[in-house]
């Protein structure tokens, strides 16, 4: 069966400093990658999606960055964080190729800049 | 473009109460339309979907009509159990997008015994 497991599950990081979340996906290939952030009181934004190694494509502009060194591995980076970037980031997968909608979403990465 | 409004939380109800979280949407053409739900210490999980107007979508006693008169999909459960007790978020998926979904803000139900 397939998995999603993403970490850390909290962060507090000082304004300025770097950021390294990751995801991995186990049990399926190709996989399409998504990572989503929730800030206070919004729904659900869609920061980055790929789908596949090295390719990423971006929805909103921001002080943030995504790479997909490996097929099954997704991480969001920041070099240097704002207040804003405070929030719950969501790493998810689907299913290549099949657009139904389906995501399979981690855990979750509470991140909170002080 | 896309969006979707979802009733504010939380949502307080005791053991066996009727549910309904309402959802409407803003779109283009014909979008598919989704409820998660994200119990607690997990990640969100996709509850029920419908793809075109007149739909309904169930599954664990949940359902959702899609209603594009009204461009609303709102979630209702008959008799809500202390294990329902989540976070529910609506969403659609554009009919020309990838698996691009736009989110509501999520509400936040607890069933109390």
């Known amino acids: 069966s397939q998995t999603i497991h993403q970490w850390p599950a909290t962060l507090v990081q000082p304004v300025g400093s770097p950021l390294s979340l990751e995801c991995t996906v186990e049990?399926?290939?190709?996989?399409?990658l998504y990572w989503y952030r929730q800030a206070a009181g919004r729904g659900l934004q869609l920061l980055f999606y790929?789908?596949?190694?090295?390719?990423i494509s971006s929805e909103v502009p921001q002080n943030l960055s995504a790479s997909r060194p490996q097929d099954r591995q997704f991480i969001l980076s920041s070099k240097k964080l704002l207040l804003s970037d405070s929030g719950f980031y969501l790493c998810?997968?689907?299913?290549?190729?099949?657009?139904?909608?389906?995501?399979?979403f981690g855990e979750g990465s509470r991140l909170t800049v002080l | 473009g896309n969006s979707v409004t979802q009733m504010e939380g939380p949502v307080t109800l005791s053991e066996e109460a009727f549910l309904t979280i309402n959802c409407t949407y803003t779109?283009?053409?014909?979008?598919?339309l989704f409820w998660y739900v994200q119990y607690p210490g997990e990640g969100l999980q996709l509850l029920l979907k419908?793809?075109?107007?007149?739909d309904k979508g169930s599954n664990k006693g949940f359902e959702a009509t899609y209603r594009k008169e009204t461009t609303s999909f709102h979630l209702e459960k008959g008799s809500v159990q202390v294990s329902d007790s989540a976070v529910y978020f609506c969403?659609?998926?554009?009919?020309?997008?990838?698996?691009?979904?736009?989110f509501g803000t999520g509400t936040r139900l607890t069933v109390i015994p």
């Open positions: 998810a997968w689907s299913v290549p190729g099949l657009n139904t909608g389906e995501l399979f």
């Open positions: 049990g399926t290939s190709n996989p399409n």
């Open positions: 790929s789908v596949g190694i090295g390719q």
């Open positions: 779109a283009t053409g014909y979008p598919s």
């Open positions: 419908a793809t075109k107007a007149d």
């Open positions: 969403a659609l998926r554009a009919p020309t997008g990838a698996n691009n979904l736009f």
